[in-house]
């Protein structure tokens, strides 16, 4: 029988596992990237020795990657290996108080309980209730689309709706948290899993209280090789699945006539095909290459989520209290959001994440030396002047890690690059710069996502961070399984 065509625009990690998923379906498959490399942010570099994931360092729902590799019929353990970590992150507070946030509920209340003199049957009983609302809530609506009358039609969606208390919608996750928790630290550490897709805890729903159960009950992992090694795992999966990979080689615009999709175009080639899946950023998808004004300005109206500064510091030493993934807290948490969601800019007190791979791989540095990976949020891109709040940041991100460790870091510093906001778009066409594509900090953010299908023309689709179900490695997988079935679903329905 005759092979269709479909072309993937872009490689980040959702456009290789959907390349993927559509080669096992018998597509003859062809991505297209604009870089010369795979993986879009989750790439890496090497600087004098240290070695850097440029993007993401926490890797959590391997089952994602255990249920494409299962589904392609190939043996994940001859790709990728991971192992867990049972520390997901150490945090420090400005009083002197550390925790170690275990990946286990009842060690972590233990720890937070001894630590900070939190309840810790309230922990428990909040991770219990986070487990609840992803079993019940999230998986219906993260694995499934939200556009489809299937979805809404399904049993499941009953349960779900049952599942959710008025909190869950009408409450902030801060306030949710602090009507729980008796100590600050501890509504300051479940407030902090918002930004887990650039939100803000004091204005995103409490629903997102269902990310703890994600990190802490089902835990945090570590791959063999750094994060790059997802990115490289999927090309090579792909590769054997027959999907063609055309490096440095930007599409132009998606063809389409009568409301069907044909091709694209590339190096001013018509390329045709019957299905072609959009990787790349949803409001440039609609903007360039569809160039639809009207649908670029409604993705507009939807919030960004929040970007990043990154310093990648090649550091001298080894520090010992340091583990792979570490967190500082700022002092007012209340005002970093406002300056990152209200007014565009960065407070001097940020909360500074720094993760070190060379911790669990020594081979990430110099033999007695570490890679840090030092990351602050910050708003997405509205024209602020980066070299400015970049220097003024840096600044600020050194003097609270000398005071909060107790010695002076600035010396220990041998070599660095950073990232910024203008950067992350220009490496990986994100608008603004923003991580997770659209903030969810409205409660109607998940249904004002871009859908994964195109509703004018048939034959088109979208995956990756800018549309449903959201950012993140996690959602990006979870979106080109999506897309796989939609795919699917109309193969069959034309038949
Ligand atoms: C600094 C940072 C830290 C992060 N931390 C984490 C984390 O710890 N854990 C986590 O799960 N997630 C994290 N994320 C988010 C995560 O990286 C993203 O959600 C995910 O990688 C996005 O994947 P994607 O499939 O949407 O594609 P992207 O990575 O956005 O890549 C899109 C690709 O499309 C290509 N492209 C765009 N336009 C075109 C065109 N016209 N023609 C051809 N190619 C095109 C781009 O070049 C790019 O390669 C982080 C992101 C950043 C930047």
């Known amino acids: 029988m005759h092979q269709q065509n479909a072309i993937v625009i872009g490689s980040g990690v959702a456009g290789l596992a959907v390349a993927i998923r559509l080669a096992s379906q018998g597509y003859q498959v062809s991505v297209y990237e604009k870089n010369l490399f795979p993986g879009g942010k989750l790439h890496s570099f090497e600087k004098d020795g ?61 720890e937070m309980h001894h630590q900070l003199g939190e309840d810790a049957a309230t922990v428990i ?51 949710y948290n602090a009507t729980r928790f008796r100590t600050p630290e501890a509504v300051q550490f479940f407030d902090r899993f918002a930004t887990y897709n650039g939100s803000d805890p004091y204005q995103a729903p409490a629903m997102l209280s269902l990310i703890p159960h994600l990190e802490i009950n089902e835990g945090t992992f570590y791959p063999h090789g750094g994060m790059v090694s997802i990115t490289e795992a999927l090309y090579k999966l792909a590769q054997k699945k027959g999907v063609q990979f055309h490096f440095n080689q930007p599409i132009e615009r998606i063809l389409y006539h009568e409301s069907k999709v044909r091709g694209v175009v590339v190096g001013s080639e018509n390329i045709p095909a019957s299905i072609v899946v959009s990787n790349a950023d949803v409001y440039f998808t609609y903007k360039h290459l569809l160039k639809d004004d009207t649908l670029a300005a409604k993705v507009l109206r939807q919030e960004r989520s929040s970007s990043a500064v990154i310093f990648y510091w090649g550091m001298r030493k080894s520090f010992p209290r340091l583990h792979l993934h570490n967190l500082f807290f700022g002092k007012n948490y209340e005002q970093e959001f406002d300056h990152i969601f209200k007014k565009g800019s ?96 409205s409660k109607m953010a998940a249904f004002m996502r871009q859908a994964n299908e195109s509703k004018q023309v048939k034959g088109l689709y979208f995956c990756g961070g800018s549309v449903h179900p959201g950012g993140g490695i996690p959602l990006c997988l979870k979106s080109a399984a999506i897309v796989s079935d939609l795919v699917k679903a109309a193969k069959q329905s034309n038949h």
């Open 125 to 175: 009983s909040y991770l219990n209730q986070s487990e609840k609302l992803y079993e019940h809530v999230g998986k219906v609506f993260l694995n499934h689309s939200l556009h489809k009358k299937n979805t809404w039609l399904h049993p499941r969606v009953t349960k779900a709706l049952s599942t959710v208390q008025y909190p869950h919608l009408f409450s902030t996750l801060h306030k």
């Open 346 to 441: 960065v407070t001097d007190d940020p909360t500074i994440y720094i993760n070190i791979t060379s911790k669990l791989e020594v081979a990430m540095a110099p033999a007695g030396k570490e890679n840090w990976f030092v990351m602050i949020n910050v708003p997405a891109n509205n024209g602020q002047d980066w070299h400015r709040l970049k220097t003024e940041l840096r600044e600020a991100v050194i003097q609270k890690l000398s005071r909060m460790l107790a010695e002076d870091i600035a010396p220990q510093i041998e070599t660095e690059l950073t990232l910024d906001p203008v950067s992350i778009e220009a490496q990986s066409a994100s608008f603004m710069g923003s991580l997770y594509g659209t903030s969810s900090n």
């Open 50 to 110: 240290f070695h850097f994931d440029a993007g993401p360092s926490l890797f959590t729902q391997p089952q994602n990657i255990v249920d494409l590799f299962a589904d392609a019929g190939e043996r994940l353990e001859e790709y990728l290996t991971w192992e867990p970590v049972p520390l997901s992150c150490r945090y420090f507070f400005e009083n002197g108080k550390q925790l170690d946030a275990f990946t286990d509920a009842g060690k972590l209340a233990e």
